[in-house]
Nanobody, 128 residues
Framework: VQLQASGGGLVQAGGSLRLSCVASERLYLSYILGWFRQAPGKEREFVAG????????RYRDSVQGRFTVSGDNAKNTNHLQMNNLKPEDTAVYYC??????????????????????WGQGTEVTVSS
């Protein structure tokens, strides 16, 4: 699958952005989808993810309650809605996908190395 992330930009603290990840094929019922970010000088970190069924979601603690991941199944698109943005959210954001080894569980991977397919990244800058 090919992924393309978009929607980044410059926003003031407290503002909102909606990132989109468009896939070349259906994500729903096929792929685990994760959002990661990498700030300058830091390692890439998990931000949010959704399971292959779309039922389960997971967030890193620092974005819980501010970010929401959702899917638009008809458009093969996943969104990351980011509200109440903070300067520490400044980073390049990536979407990533992987097919689970089997479909008996409905978990979400949080480690970068567990994902196979990556989008090109979209830059988010939050000014104070």
């Amino acid at each position: 699958v090919q992924l393309q992330a978009s929607g980044g930009g410059l926003v003031q603290a407290g503002g909102s952005l909606r990132l989109s990840c468009v896939a070349s094929e259906r994500l729903y019922l096929s792929y685990i989808l994760g959002w990661f970010r990498q700030a300058p000088g830091k390692e890439r970190e998990f931000v949010a993810g959704v399971s292959w069924t779309g039922i389960n979601t997971r967030y890193r603690d620092s974005v819980q309650g501010r970010f929401t991941v959702s899917g638009d199944n008809a458009k093969n698109t996943n969104h990351l809605q980011m509200n109440n943005l903070k300067p520490e959210d400044t980073a390049v954001y990536y979407c990533a996908a992987v097919k689970p080894p089997d479909y008996s569980s409905d978990g979400i991977y949080t480690r970068e190395r567990e994902y196979v397919y990556w989008g090109q990244g979209t830059e988010v800058t939050v000014s104070s």
